[in-house]
Each structure stands twice: as C-alpha cells, then as structure tokens.
C-alpha cells in the first residue's frame, strides 16, 4: 500500500515538472522571451532532468518486478491520467486565458475508464 502511495506522489511532482519543463516556456513567455530556442531548450532539458530523478524510482517503486503494485499497464495508465490532471491543473491557474471546456473533460472521463477497464480482473 505504501509503495503504491509513494508511486504517485513521485509521479504527480514528476508531472509537475515535466508540465514546467514542456510547457514553461509558453506559461512565463514574459520571462522567456529574451532567450533563443537553444537556450529554452537547454532550460526545458535541465528541468526534465529532476523529472527523471523522480519519475524513474516512481516507476520502480511502483512495478511489479521490483515488488510493487503496479502492473507495467497500470504504471503507464496512471501516469497518462496523473499528466492531464497535474496539466490540467497548472494551466488553469497559471494560463487564464485557457479555458477548460466539455470536451475535454470528456476526454479526461474517458482516460478515467481507461485506468477502470487496465484495473479490472
């Protein structure tokens, strides 16, 4: 159970930087507009780094063939539904401009079904 819990916070942090890695450019432009590509790349691998450093002992933690609940399966549908919720997330408090509408939060019910039908026996 412990494992298990300790799998998502690693992975839900992980997001979250991946989100700041991917997309920070885009949320703080103001900040980033003095910068060339190579250098918001660079920036954007930097802070991927520390994502790594957390998502790939969440993903050890968390897998079955190192003793933990998750099923390879279940690790990857997990995190595809922590990413869009942590994503989701940030952009709505960080892009006021962005709005979250119906579909997608249509899209994200479906990606709760796909995390209900990879669980079921």
Not at 30 to 58: K, N, T
């Amino acid at each position: 159970m412990l494992r298990g819990i300790y799998t998502i916070l690693l992975l839900v942090l992980s997001n979250a930087l991946m989100t700041l890695a991917w997309y920070g450019q885009i949320m703080f432009k103001s900040r980033f507009e003095r910068f060339g590509l190579i250098a918001i790349v660079l920036i954007s691998w930097g802070i991927a780094f520390f994502e790594y450093c957390l998502l790939v002992p969440a993903n050890r933690i968390g897998s079955a063939e190192f003793g933990g609940p998750f099923s390879i399966w279940q690790l990857k549908v997990i995190q595809e539904a922590i990413s869009l919720t942590v994503f989701s997330a940030i952009v709505m408090f960080a892009m006021k401009n962005e709005a979250l509408r119906w579909n997608h939060i249509a899209g994200f019910a479906c990606l709760v079904l796909a995390v209900w039908f990879i669980f079921k026996k």
